[in-house]
């Protein structure tokens, strides 16, 4: 099955810099890339997410960028705040698009 | 309108007991996923249903089980509770048959001792 990975697991950054999250996953056929934003005792939320087809996609302050080739996407966090702060997580669906596989989570931490 | 809701919110079980939990999607929703989320680690995909039909099966035992019913909520199963059953367990509804676009639940807390 699909597999995905994150890295680093835990990423500090002072506010106004930018955060940049990186996940590789395995099945090459795999189409649909989102990134979920989970805070301390809360459900997750979706953020941002890329199809297949297309290479970078922007909202405000976030970003993500597919490398397909390379089988890995990021997640790109410009003029982050302390609100930014949480544990992200990146997916993947796999072929038949019947499944969700989820990373492990980055724990981004935002120094104010 | 409402979010997606789940009950209870927490729950206390013994080894070998029988668990339900309940998911009530979004309104207008008709996809419901279900998944476990253990302390520090991702959500794990147990289940996805559209329709009242099983659309997705993770990598769970058949002491897992679950249904969709007309009104598209959704109950999740576990037979003969397990020490490693302990976890959060999430419930997500969409609007379409994928599991694109998901809106999660504040989940279900199991523990079982």
């Known amino acids: 099955g699909e597999n995905v990975e994150q890295h680093p697991s835990t990423l500090s950054v002072q506010e106004g810099d930018s955060a940049v999250i990186k996940c590789t996953y395995s099945?090459?056929?795999?189409?649909?890339f989102p990134w979920y934003k989970q805070e301390l005792g809360k459900r997750p939320q979706l953020i941002i997410d890329i199809r297949s087809n297309v290479g970078e996609k922007k909202d405000q302050r976030i970003a993500v960028t597919l490398n397909k080739t390379a089988k890995h996407f990021s997640l790109h966090i410009t003029e982050t705040q302390p609100e930014d702060s949480a544990v992200y997580f990146c997916a993947a669906t796999p072929r038949g698009n019947n499944r969700l596989a989820f990373g492990k989570g980055n724990q981004v931490v935002v120094i104010p | 309108d409402a979010g997606v809701t789940q009950s209870p919110t927490h729950l206390i079980k013994t080894r070998g007991q029988h668990v339900t939990l309940r998911c009530s999607p979004i309104s207008g929703h008709k996809s419901v996923s279900w998944y476990q989320q253990v302390l520090g680690q991702g959500p794990q995909f147990i289940f996805q249903?559209?329709?009242?039909?099983?659309?997705g099966r993770g990598n769970f035992p058949d002491r897992f089980s679950a249904r969709q019913f007309p009104n598209y909520s959704s109950e999740l199963n576990v037979n003969a509770l397990l020490l490693g059953d302990s976890a959060l367990y999430l419930c997500?509804?969409?609007?379409?048959?994928?599991?694109?676009?998901?809106?999660f639940g504040s989940g279900t807390q199991l523990s079982v001792l």
């Open positions: 997500a509804s969409s609007l379409g048959a994928t599991l694109e676009k998901l809106f």
């Open positions: 249903y559209y329709e009242k039909e099983e659309r």
């Open positions: 099945d090459s056929a795999s189409n649909y």
